[in-house]
């Protein structure tokens, strides 16, 4: 979202604030244009001879999205049974999904494995059980490469003492339950973090697994996760998607030589596709002068955006309402009866209540990792493409936080 004309717009022209008039706030829109750039510009960048981009759909939930998502031609990454139920509601078949569980119920894997998606499995005691039970379908491995990579240490996922994957140093004992329990593996996975800018990360990985490959004969695909770093902020670094594509596609050609076939290449982020399409809407509810700070108190707060509190995660927050406006600093604070900044010492057009902020980067995470906390509503979700706009998710009611409790008097 820009200044276009001395007001912000999103793609095609369409105004943030009418939509805020239409659906009332606060709201989280999808510039869908900005999902199908970022589509695009993951897949030019690469050029091998297969190529399959996945979502990891933990970062926007939304079914219509996702379904914008497979519309533009991505696969679907899932990690609960409930991600791939959306999945099919989307449109996807069973086998166009991976999921990748991380240390979920027996009963959920064979529910999954019913619903015939692939899996990715993520333990030796889970290949154990698999072989145990015969199982047949062709199944990916998620090998733990020992890459200390990530925008904040609860998100770097790829090191020895993360509970994810399987470490590559057991690779032998892995071997050893797949030939008992004759087990078909048709993929090995990697995922080593979030907000990764540093290519040379993602090649370290790549290179264990594409080494570990080698002993397994009947691959049809590698796996090498998300994890791609968007800008949060002007300057910010990022991955540089289309040096990485080069480097890693000659690799990879590389390697399909060495192993004999061409096998494809699997990517499946969610931040690269979805963060920079998200905006949260908030007006602003009282602006507070303390003797030291001047508060925006706005009319959501970490209930519905819960990453600057959780990560302390960057933001961009504007003023929409008032483009031009005389910059001045201010604490942008939730309603939440908890600490809940969104962004401290922000420059920001000056504002009064009534005036809408946009936040930045909302498409990632953001109403993925929503809650009722206070017992609020989440906001709707809109999506807009080529000048329309979509409700694709309508605010919550009371009803809604009543639906699943139920009275009782104690005796
Ligand atoms: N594949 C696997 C197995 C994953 O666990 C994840 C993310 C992805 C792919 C996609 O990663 P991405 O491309 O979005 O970085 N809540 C955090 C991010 C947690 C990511 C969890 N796994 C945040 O708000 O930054």
Do not use: W
């Amino acid at each position: 979202m820009q200044i276009v004309n001395k007001r912000y717009e999103l793609s095609n022209g369409v105004d943030p604030l009418a939509l805020c008039e239409k659906y009332g706030t606060p709201l989280y829109v999808y510039d869908a244009h900005i999902i199908e750039r970022q589509f695009n510009r993951l897949q030019n960048a690469f050029d091998v001879p297969h190529l399959s981009l996945n979502f990891a759909c933990k970062a926007l939930t939304n079914v219509s999205v996702i379904k914008f998502l497979k519309q533009l031609g991505a696969g679907l990454d899932c990690v609960s049974v409930q991600e791939i139920k959306i999945g099919l509601a989307a449109g996807y078949q069973p086998e166009e999904i991976l999921y990748t569980p991380s240390g979920v119920s027996i009963a959920e894997i064979e529910e999954a494995m019913e619903i015939g998606v692939h899996l990715n499995a993520d333990n030796i005691p889970l290949l154990e059980q698999l072989g145990a039970m015969g199982v047949k379908n062709p199944l990916c491995i998620r090998i733990n490469p020992d890459v200390m990579a990530g925008a904040y240490e609860k998100i770097s996922v790829g090191h020895l003492a993360s509970k994810f994957g399987i470490a590559y140093s057991q690779i032998g004992q892995v071997k050893e339950v797949v030939r008992k329990g004759r087990l078909h593996i048709e993929a090995l996975h990697i995922h080593i973090g979030s907000g990764i800018y540093d290519i040379q990360a993602f090649i370290d990985g790549a290179e264990v697994l594409m080494k570990l490959a080698m002993d397994f004969p009947d691959l049809n695909y590698l796996n090498f996760g998300g994890g791609f770093k968007v800008a949060y902020k002007a300057g910010d670094k990022q991955t540089d998607i289309e040096t990485f594509g080069k480097v890693m596609s000659e690799k990879f050609n590389q390697f399909c030589k060495k192993y004999g076939r061409e096998i494809s290449l699997h990517f499946e982020p969610g931040k690269f596709f979805v963060s920079e399409a998200g905006y949260l809407l908030v007006p602003v509810n009282v602006v507070k002068e303390s003797p030291t700070q001047v508060f925006l108190g706005v009319n959501s707060g970490q209930n519905h955006l819960i990453r600057p509190m959780f990560y302390e995660a960057y933001h961009r927050i504007e003023n929409i309402s008032n483009p031009l406006g005389d910059r001045v600093k201010y604490n942008v604070v939730g309603y939440i009866c908890e600490t809940d900044d969104l962004g401290k010492n922000r420059m920001i057009s000056q504002a009064k209540t009534g005036d809408v902020l946009a936040i930045y980067n909302a498409g990632a995470y953001c109403y993925s990792m929503s809650n009722n906390y206070n017992s609020r509503f989440r906001p709707a979700e809109v999506m807009v493409y080529n000048g329309q706009d979509y409700l694709v998710r309508k605010r919550e009611t009371m009803e809604d936080l009543m639906r699943t409790q139920t009275m009782v008097e104690v005796k």
